[in-house]
């Protein structure tokens, strides 16, 4: 699967919200702590304030914009842990939430939730503008080399005991033709709403090969300079680890096939991927 790759720097702008959609497994969780842990370092030095959530225990993924914005036909799994979100009551408090932080006079308002980028369909992408509106939305995206991210999607689901689903609309459906790896559509369907120039796309490859992190790409696609950037910007959170019983067949593996000896042979194995 082809996927959008471009980069663009753009300055904040006041009253602007700039909205980071993810990828999942493209170090939303670390940019997330990380932008908590500094809101005040953020709004001091950068001139951006941090949004803060509506579910408790959730307050750094803001996971209620896209409870909000889906088709309710479509599966999400988030709302199973929060059945009370379908009702009319929680709806209208959440929404009075976003509205009281969005019109709170911030010079630009940073907002996190992976879940955005399971919307793929004009009108909920359209509903999430209208939660922000009148403000100027700024949006990121962190693509993965398809594959690779399938890869560790998968870990993932494992990791937080998720079912696979043979349901193609679900978002565990993670077959080779899920639509989850339709990257440009996602795009697209992002850009056909809010504008072309508003919705960069950044490479998750390329933003590790250069900092280590994705948060000094997607901060400075924001405008921000990454050298201006608090402290902690390297922290790895959410880290997938590989599930025991594959370290389990990996150690009878290299019984029962020994490797050669040398210096690659010396060099102990880590037993959880690379930060996702």
């Known amino acids: 699967m082809r996927s959008a790759n471009t980069e663009t720097w753009y300055r904040p702008a006041v009253t602007e ?16 702590e990380w932008a908590s842990a500094n809101s005040e370092s953020l709004s001091a030095q950068c001139g951006i304030d941090v949004y803060r959530g509506f579910i408790p225990g959730w307050e750094t993924n ?36 976003i509205r009281n932080q969005v019109d709170s006079g911030a010079r630009s308002l940073l907002i996190s939730s992976e879940g955005m980028a399971n919307l ?21 995206v962190t693509l993965r ?6 890869k560790s999607y998968k870990l993932q689901m494992l990791k937080t005991q998720m079912a696979p689903s043979d349901d193609p609309t679900s978002c565990a459906y ?21 504008g072309d120039k508003n919705v960069i796309v950044l490479s998750y490859e390329k933003a590790q090969s250069e900092f280590g992190s994705t948060i000094p790409a997607i901060m400075r696609a924001f405008g921000v300079d990454p050298a201006a950037l608090p402290d902690g910007w390297d922290l790895r959170v959410n ?21 050669s000896p040398g210096p690659a042979a010396q060099q102990q194995e880590p037993d959880h991927a690379p930060e996702l």
Request: charged share 30%; net charge positive; aromatic share 8%.
């Open 239 to 259: 880290v997938t680890p590989i599930p025991p019983r594959f370290l389990r067949l990996r150690k009878l593996i290299r019984r029962v096939i020994p490797r």
């Open 62 to 97: 803001h996971f209620e914009l896209p409870m909000l914005s889906q088709r309710p036909e479509r599966p999400l799994w988030v709302l199973d842990h929060f059945p009370e979100s379908r009702g009319d009551q929680w709806q209208r408090d959440a929404r009075a939430h």
């Open 145 to 150: 080399e398809p594959v690779e991210w399938l």
């Open 17 to 32: 919200v700039l909205l980071h959609i993810g990828l999942q497994k493209t170090g939303t969780t670390s940019l997330q």
């Open 120 to 140: 793929r369909f004009d009108d909920e992408v359209e509903r999430i503008a209208e939660l922000l509106a009148p403000h100027k939305i700024r949006v990121v």
């Open 174 to 194: 993670i077959e080779p033709d899920t639509w989850l790896l339709d990257f440009d559509g996602l795009v697209t369907t992002w850009r056909r709403v809010l």
